[in-house]
């Protein structure tokens, strides 16, 4: 005999599952604008004092 389905419960894996990816991609996006982000003015002005 078929279970009857658990249509809520299946939804909620759907929406769990949505929400992890959305999840992931945005500290994704985050990460790589920490990585593309120019470097702190006070550092690049300490560098080039040090280099003269």
């Given amino acids: 005999m078929a279970r009857a389905p658990n249509y809520g419960q299946e939804r909620?894996?759907?929406?769990r599952q949505k929400a992890a990816k959305k999840a992931e991609?945005?500290?994704a996006k985050v990460a790589a604008k920490e990585r593309d982000k120019p470097e702190d003015r006070t550092s690049v002005e300490a560098e080039a004092e040090t280099a003269e």
Avoid: H, V
């Fill in 12 to 15: 909620k894996e759907r929406d």
């Fill in 25 to 27: 991609k945005l500290a």
